[in-house]
């Protein structure tokens, strides 16, 4: 009889955070923070990109020029609960020290932090 598999440890459903999509091709940073689960936010932005929904123009763009294959998605922050309050400040912290704002260097069009009010979009970054 085969040895019983020992029991997977539990995942926290709390996974916030700081995130950063990057081109390899041209080397240009997408910054995003997230409430809810890392991991879905990067399924929620690879299917938008996917299927031609991304919200973000130049993002979309990039993808459909260069495919999939050349961009990484990159966990820069994991934030406690405790933190939370400061998600959006530490997404734009981010985004200044990347660059995300520049064209040259990034993709983000609006200041860090605009979109992690309390009833956010689940997928809007």
């Given at each position: ?44 932005h690879w299917s938008a990109l996917r299927h031609g929904r991304h ?71």
């Amino acid at each position: 009889m085969p040895k019983p598999l020992p029991p997977r440890p539990m995942r926290s459903a709390f996974d916030a955070g700081v995130y950063v999509i990057r081109s390899a091709s041209s080397a240009r940073v997408y910054v995003g923070a997230t409430r809810c689960r890392l991991s879905a936010r990067l399924v929620a932005h690879w299917s938008a990109l996917r299927h031609g929904r991304h919200p973000n123009q130049a993002l979309q763009r990039e993808w459909d020029r260069t495919g999939g294959e050349s961009f990484a998605f990159e966990v820069v922050e994991r934030v406690a609960p405790e933190e939370l309050a400061a998600l959006g400040e530490r997404e734009a912290w981010w985004m200044d020290r990347l660059g995300a704002h520049d064209p040259a260097t990034g993709y983000n069009s609006q200041p860090g932090g605009m979109s992690l009010g309390p009833r956010r979009v689940p997928w809007v970054a």
